[in-house]
Structures are given as structure tokens and as C-alpha cells.
């Protein structure tokens, strides 16, 4: 196979990582630095400067992959909450900067979707769903490594707790773990605050986990009943606490649809990992 590199760009709610990724995976170089917030010129400038810091003249590259953590039409970015940026015409900035570059954008989610079937941890089936749970939580249909296009973001479904209708990464995500312990009278600063109290078996943060563990369940039980696919592949922040949790995932979530006629649920880990957007974004520039 001849040697192909594009540009690979993870546009997170924390960090941005833009580096140089060959036809096999491989990370030639990445530059990471935190995110700029609420103020898209700014991120822009960020972006292009990184891109320009990278030797991609050297590698012949005219693809360029973002992986964006928000609502994205059509390689436009509509919305990104966790940075509070909307209408960030990204493609068309960075392309008047680099007229040798070709920018596809799309949402991180369906970048890591399309990654993880076609070389991660679902490639040897037909059908799978991509869950990310991280500072939010984003998901994406795959079917014979095609993107299935959906009209809406699971983070953004509702979910009931306590009488009250909260969007699901409100409560299940990295952050909304931070609500959810609130709202049992637990004090944490982060999901990994709450992760180090349940590994030191305190009461509280447990019963925090069984909850949480079950509304999981109960979101990846709906996904199940509407697609019906081979395969769930889990990924983001949160998966770094996983062995405290995943064993659990699929029992739980097959109980609940147990008197259907559905495709036991499966639940893998994927691949890539904390490099999941960098090689979302690079597959979305070789697959485009």
C-alpha cells in the first residue's frame, strides 16, 4: 500500500490536537494545546497557526479531517456548547489560509464512528453503534462501514431523574456525573473526583454509580431497540474508570429488552482511545 497522509484535527471541548496521519493509523506528529472558548476568531487563528506548525508540505498533504465537538451540516459548524461557538464556518477559514488544503468537517462522534468500523473495534461486523461519554456525550450509526445519517445527538435526548427532564449528558456525561453526585448530596469536582471516592468504596459515590450505571443502560437499551446492531463501541474520558462499570453495561441493558426480538446487546471498548478524534478526523479525510 503506498504511504498516504492527511491532516487530522481533534477539535474537543478541552484540548485541540492537530496533527499528521498516515493511511495506517499511524500519528506522524501532533501538537496539542487547550481549546480556545467563546471567541471563534480566536479559535481559528489557534487552528491555522497549529496547521501551519506542522511539516505537511513534507508529506504531500491535501486532506485535511476535523473531528468537532458539536452540530455540524454539511462541513459547517453550527454549534459547539461546550465552547459556546456557533456559526463557525471553519472549512472556508482554514482553506483561504492553505488554498493547497481540502477541509471535510464533521461531528466527533460520527469521525470516531467511521474510524472504529473501518479499522478499530468494530470492524468485523456489520452494524455498529459509537458511543463517546467524555464532557458530553455524542453517538453515531454505522452500517457496512457506511455513516448512517441521524437527525439528532443522543446527548442530547431526555432522560427523568428525580422529576425533573434533564438532556442525558446533563446527567450521564463526564460533567453531568458532577449534577448527578448533587443531586445524592455528593461534593465532587469532576468525574474523576467520583471515580477515586467509588474505587475507595465510599457509600455514597456507589450508590451514585448503580444509578448511573442503570440510566446507561437504559440509553444504550433504546439505541438498541431502534437500530438493532451488532456492536456498541464506548469511548471518551469516562472510559478511563471503565472496569468499574462496563462488565456491568450489557446485563442490565439485555434485561431490559430481553422480551424482544432483538440482536443480544454487545458492548467493546474502542480502539483508539484517547486518540480517538485524531484518527476520526483522519478517516474522515481518507473517506470522504
Known amino acids: 500500500m503506498n504511504k498516504e497522509y492527511v491532516i487530522s484535527i481533534d477539535l474537543g471541548g478541552t484540548n485541540v490536537r492537530v496533527g499528521?496521519?498516515?493511511n495506517d493509523?499511524?500519528?506522524?506528529?501532533?501538537n496539542r494545546e487547550f481549546t480556545i472558548k467563546e471567541n471563534k476568531e480566536a479559535l481559528a487563528n489557534q487552528i491555522c497557526r497549529m496547521i501551519g506548525e506542522l511539516p505537511y508540505?513534507?508529506?504531500n498533504v491535501k486532506e485535511v479531517g476535523v473531528s468537532a465537538c458539536g452540530f455540524v451540516h454539511q462541513s459547517?459548524?453550527?454549534?459547539?456548547k461546550n465552547l459556546n461557538i456557533s456559526d463557525?464556518?471553519?472549512?472556508?477559514?482554514?482553506?483561504?489560509?492553505?488554498?493547497?488544503?481540502n477541509v471535510t468537517i464533521k461531528n466527533d462522534a460520527t469521525c470516531t464512528a467511521l474510524s472504529e468500523a473501518i479499522h478499530g473495534a468494530s470492524k468485523d461486523y456489520d452494524s455498529s453503534f459509537f458511543i463517546t461519554i467524555s464532557s458530553g456525550i455524542g453517538g453515531a450509526l454505522v452500517n457496512q462501514r457506511k455513516l448512517v445519517n441521524l437527525h439528532f445527538e443522543i446527548g442530547h435526548m431526555f432522560v427523568e431523574y428525580k422529576?425533573?427532564?434533564?438532556?442525558?449528558?446533563?446527567l450521564l456525561s463526564g460533567n453531568g456525573l458532577v449534577r448527578l453526585c448533587l443531586e445524592n448530596n455528593l461534593n465532587v469536582k469532576?468525574?474523576?473526583?467520583?471515580?477515586?471516592?467509588?474505587?475507595e468504596n465510599n457509600s455514597l459515590a456507589l450508590?451514585?454509580?448503580?444509578?448511573?450505571?442503570k440510566k446507561v443502560a437504559i440509553l444504550i437499551a433504546n439505541l438498541q431497540m431502534l437500530f438493532d446492531v451488532d456492536v456498541f463501541v464506548l469511548s471518551g474520558g469516562v472510559m478511563k474508570s471503565s472496569d468499574l462499570f462496563i462488565d456491568d453495561l450489557s446485563p442490565l441493558a439485555n434485561n431490559m429488552i430481553k422480551q424482544f426480538p432483538l440482536k443480544p446487546i454487545k458492548i467493546v471498548l474502542a480502539k483508539f482511545d484517547q486518540d480517538a478524534g485524531l484518527m476520526g478526523g483522519a478517516c474522515v479525510a481518507f473517506n470522504d
Open 88 to 101: 463557525f464556518d471553519l472549512k472556508n477559514i482554514i482553506e483561504s489560509h492553505y488554498p493547497d488544503l
Open 20 to 22: 499528521i496521519v498516515d
Open 57 to 59: 508540505k513534507d508529506y
Open 190 to 199: 469532576n468525574a474523576g473526583d467520583f471515580f477515586t471516592l467509588a474505587r
Open 163 to 170: 422529576h425533573n427532564t434533564y438532556e442525558v449528558e446533563q
Open 207 to 213: 450508590d451514585v454509580l448503580e444509578i448511573w450505571k
Open 76 to 80: 459547517f459548524i453550527k454549534y459547539m
Open 25 to 30: 493509523c499511524k500519528i506522524i506528529k501532533v
